[in-house]
């Protein structure tokens, strides 16, 4: 449709080489035809996109550049649709350069690449392989796949780079096979290896974790380190124990009183066949002390005791008897007991009276009780000893003064005296074999013509004495 500038008339087609005007005024709109007028001789202004200067040839030249609705054309150029594009056929982008014909989606484009594989890149690709593979008709095979051959790949597909691959790959894992040290069988380890860990052998029978170095095999059994030289071992404690060990399990050669087959059973017996320093211990059998060193004073000569000495048999001496501080200080025939009566005491006529000595003068053993009168032997002080008994009553008119001494659960008399008018004083002696253990006591029995009861002076008239003689 075209304008004439200078009044309100249109121009336009109607039909088939048939124009019509239109005139625009105040009364409306007024339509002629133009009958007989041709279409190339209406004038019509270029614009930016259409250069032709009459109607005809700008609706040949608009023609030429509109997409129809029927038929295949082609497109040059980027076109945007706003609305989106639907297509109810194909849409083909026509055979040319790979970057001449791409297809951009939301800033994807899709190409094909040399190979005919389509592909895809967010952003515009470098390169025709620059992007993904995303599909293509039929079986993709690896030897119709480009590769770019990079560090020491050689090869331009990738069915080839990958086989280059492998066989380098299955050549390195050889040569790492036969340089590695395997779980199982066999094998032998040159150079220095350093393991910065432990190294652990199975929990296996003791014959299967042998560790071998330098001719040396070692293993375990029950718990110990067992090692051998030589020869692998015949059985599993066919080898020496090294590590921490027991002495019971350390072998012992038995030789002259020791009979013991191992260390701590060896030990244990000469432990128990020898004297110590400390503690009361038995020794059997004779004992010869080779030093002749003579003794002179209490630290030397070939025997020395800090403490007593005690024998129960006979002490033979070859040489001189020291005794430091003269006799006083030599204390044989013991124990010695000497007891008296210091307070008083009446004896009844014609009664046996316990004497209870109240003054102890003497008691080496510290065996007498001073409450009861008895005299208690020690366990190892029985043997024969010397008992005197003296007692002295007031005046001199008895008929009969008798003593009796009791041990052993029986009694001898040590003076009987017998007589008209006797004297008050009597005493007497007697050697007895007494028992370890046993109890000595003291009573007294008077008779006189008046049948009273006599008095018994005090002191030394009034006395018990008893020493140990020997043991036997």
Known sequence: ???????????????DRLMKVLVLNAGGIAESDLTGVEAIAIAFTPTDSILADNVQ???????????????????????TFTNGLISGGNISIPDSAWDAGMLELGGYYFWVDGDGFLRIKFGTPASINDGLIVG??????????????SGSIASTKVQAAIEEV??????????????????????????????????????????SQIFSIAGYRFWINSGKLYFKNGSTPASATDGSIIGPVVASDVAFTPTGNIAANTVQGAIAEVDSETLHTTGNESAAGVKIFTDATEATNPTTGGLQTRGGFASAKNVYIGGNLTVAGGNTGLKLNTPVLIVRRNSSLNVSANTSTKVIYDAVISDTANNYNASTGNYSVGVNDGGLYFAEVSINYSGENNNRNLIT?????????????????????????????????????????????ANSAKAVTTGISTQLSLFKLSTT
């Open 57 to 79: 040839a700008a609706i040949v030249e608009l023609d030429d550049k509109a997409v129809h609705r029927a038929g295949n054309e082609t497109i040059s150029g980027i076109k």
């Open 405 to 449: 001494l009791f041990y052993n659960g029986t009694n001898v008399r040590i003076a009987d005296f017998r007589g008209n008018s006797i004297v008050g004083y009597t005493s007497g002696c007697k050697l007895i074999l007494v028992n370890s253990g046993t109890t000595v006591y003291v009573e007294v029995y008077q008779e006189n013509s």
């Open 1 to 15: 449709m075209g304008n004439d500038s200078d009044q309100d008339v249109y121009h336009y087609q109607a039909s």
């Open 136 to 149: 293509a008709t039929g079986t993709v095979a690896a030897d119709d796949v480009s590769f770019t051959p």
């Open 166 to 207: 492998n066989s380098e790959a299955q050549s390195a894992i050889t040569t790492l096979d036969n340089a590695t040290l395997h779980k199982t069988g066999d094998e032998s380890a040159s150079g220095t290896k350093t393991l910065t860990g432990s190294l652990a052998l199975p929990n296996v029978a003791w014959n």
